[in-house]
């Protein structure tokens, strides 16, 4: 049975790590991925994430089951990060939070937990969005559509487009938006923006689905995550995953969560019961040791402390590697200076698929559409990156 069974396509952001890795070259670089490395090119280890260590391996515990929901101490410090600790839907236990398998994972629960109570509904992403947000939501069984989102000739949101695509949609539609850093653009909206996306969302009676996987890279931690506040206060249902891959470094251990915010604590407490269901069927209940760490950080005050101060330095150091990008690019004669306005880990940089397969061939890797990874250029190779970029163009 297995003999007709095709080669499935390269997975369009792993499968370039996947190529990166088998390349010999010991120059090569890797700005596929959206893995933030240091000025030595390294995957940190967070100090708020090895003292969090130390002290759970000084009280050591049996790795029994954790509740199919995830650590009650990990969810609940969630909820307080993504909607803040005094937030009305938190007092009045309208929001309820599973912890995830990473983002993905929250959006997959998410994605089934809409399907099958949802069944008709469409959802919509941007134009471009995260390659995994369409191939994710029609795995699902959804039909998916786009809105559109970028503007090529700015750079930027094509605001005008967006507002007519979401008002246009039929209700119930779900509508997937990045809360921040937008993946994978760096183009996001500004405050005043939002207020017209949020409001066409609730007149239109739409589905809002708030992905929010780089929370702290953009203005800040509390700074990116308004935007689910206000979605929160404006009412009506949402639905909000996000990741601490990023924030605290740590991809492999898949930590994440969806959170749902339902009209009343009643409601809520059906929506746990079902999203509990779609958790069991898919993996039963989360790991422990990601959510552990994350519970630690979050809820002991000065891990907490040394956490924001370590995820400002690495929002820092991506937006001096944005200035040092755009400063050598003009020195070479080509205008970047847009990518000083995107914001996040990402740059769509305009290099198209052709300049990307060339700058391959010379072990400097990209995704095809020209999305960049500034969170993985450092002091050391920027100039051999811009040296290559120059002479593609
Ligand atoms: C990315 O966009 O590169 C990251 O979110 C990693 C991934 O899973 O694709």
Avoid at 31 to 43: A, E, H, P
Avoid at 64 to 84: C, H, M, N, R, S
Wanted: hydrophobic share 45%; aromatic share 8%.
């Amino acid at each position: 049975m297995f003999s007709a069974i095709d080669m499935a396509p390269r997975d369009p952001i792993l499968g370039i790590t996947e190529a990166f890795n088998a390349d010999q070259n010991p120059q090569k670089i890797n700005l596929g991925v959206g893995v933030y490395y240091d000025d030595n090119g390294k995957v940190p280890l967070l100090s708020c994430v090895q003292k969090a260590e130390e002290i759970l391996i000084a009280a050591p515990a049996p790795r029994t089951y954790l509740p199919i929901e995830g650590l009650a101490a990990y969810d609940k410090a969630v909820q307080e990060l993504v909607f803040g600790a005094d937030s009305a839907v938190i007092q009045e236990k309208r929001a309820v939070t599973v912890q995830a398998i990473g983002g993905t994972g929250a959006l997959k629960i998410g994605a089934d937990f809409l399907k099958r109570f949802a069944p008709d509904a469409e959802v919509y992403i941007s134009d471009p969005s995260w390659e995994n947000h369409r191939a994710l939501f029609e795995s699902a069984g959804f039909k998916v559509n786009n809105y559109a989102y970028f503007d090529s000739a700015t750079h930027g949101v094509n605001f005008a487009g967006m507002i007519a695509d979401i008002k246009a949609m039929p209700p119930g539609s779900i509508v997937l938006l990045h809360a921040c850093c937008h993946n994978p653009t760096g183009a996001d909206l500004t405050s005043a923006q939002w207020t017209e996306v949020i409001a066409a969302i609730i007149a239109g009676g739409l589905v809002p689905f708030l992905d929010m996987a780089y929370q702290g890279f953009g203005a800040g931690i509390a700074e990116d995550g308004a935007v689910v506040r206000r979605f929160a206060e404006a009412g009506g249902p949402l639905l909000v995953s996000n990741s601490f891959s990023k924030s605290f470094s740590l991809y492999g251990e898949r930590v994440g969560a969806l959170s749902v915010v339902a009209a009343s604590g009643e409601e809520a407490a059906r929506l746990m019961s079902q999203l509990k269901r779609v958790v069991r069927t898919n993996y039963s209940n989360p790991p422990v040791h990601g959510g552990k760490v994350v519970a630690t950080v979050l809820t002991t005050p000065e891990l907490r402390q040394l956490w924001e101060e370590e995820l400002a330095g690495m929002r820092v150091r991506i937006k001096e590697m944005r200035e040092a990008f755009v400063v050598k690019l003009a020195v070479k004669g080509h205008d970047f200076a847009f990518v000083r306005d995107q914001i996040g880990m990402f740059s769509y940089s305009g290099l198209n698929k052709a300049q990307v397969e060339q700058l391959r061939s010379q072990s400097i890797y990209a995704v095809d559409t020209g999305r960049i990874c500034v969170a993985a250029l450092n002091s050391r190779n920027i100039d051999i990156v811009i040296d290559a970029i120059a002479k593609v163009l």
